[in-house]
T-cell receptor, first 112, second 113 residues
């Protein structure tokens, strides 16, 4: 049981490049979400999904796209990276309405 | 979304109890109170949650005020490994609202040897 797996763990991009941060969970959780954490700051919600085919925006969705074609996977896409998107990104899944969030180990992204 | 307010930082000594406060004056009747902590260079991890009654688990205790407008996370005997940022968040206990979870700044807890 791997829990929530994020790849890659580290990535350096140039401004304008695109990339996808992958997130997979093997716990059959319906809810998944993406957060970003800037240095010294708390987590901010980017996008979330309550099930396959259903996504919604969080606090800071601009510059990011998501899709949810399967229960297991919830990729986060940066279409045209900007230095302001330099951050650590965390994916999480939720075990039910009042259950706990399970977080991945994070993906550290640097945009030059 | 209901907001929470926590002190930016707290400091305690090893092997002493720690009381981390959280104010949530706009909490609704269906909101659960959740606590997470984030160790350095790691993702957040679940600590405890409750609705109305005080709760205990192997990691901590959660004391909830009678009016539910505040709560306190209690670490009974702090160790150096408890040094982390602690987040108090509210989660709606209904299907539509249960999913949009908003983390605040949290409290950075420092434990002195």
């Amino acid at each position: 049981n791997a829990g929530v797996t994020q790849t890659p763990k580290f990535q350096v991009l140039k401004t304008g490049q695109s990339m996808t941060l992958q997130c997979a969970q093997d716990m059959n959780h319906e809810y998944m979400s993406w957060y970003r954490q800037d240095p010294g700051m708390g987590l901010r919600l980017i996008h979330y999904s309550v099930g396959a085919g259903i996504t919604d925006q969080g606090e800071v969705p601009n510059g990011y796209n998501v899709s949810r074609s399967t229960t297991e996977d919830f990729p986060l896409r940066l279409l045209s990276a900007a230095p302001s998107q330099t951050s650590v990104y965390f994916c999480a899944s939720l075990s039910g309405i009042i259950g706990e969030l399970f977080f991945g180990e994070g993906s550290r992204l640097t945009v030059l | 979304d209901a907001k929470t307010t926590q002190p930016n930082s707290m400091e305690s000594n090893e092997e002493e109890p720690v009381h981390l406060p959280c104010n949530h004056s706009t909490i609704s009747g269906t909101d659960y109170i959740h606590w997470y902590r984030q160790l350095p260079s790691q993702g957040p991890e679940y600590v405890i949650h409750g609705l109305t009654s005080n709760v205990n688990n192997r990691m901590a205790s959660l004391a909830i005020a009678e009016d539910r407008k505040s709560s306190t996370l209690i670490l009974h005997r702090a160790t150096l490994r408890d040094a982390a940022v602690y987040y108090c968040i509210l989660r709606a206990g209904i299907i539509q609202g249960a999913q949009k979870l908003v983390f605040g700044q949290g409290t950075r807890l420092t434990i002195n040897p």
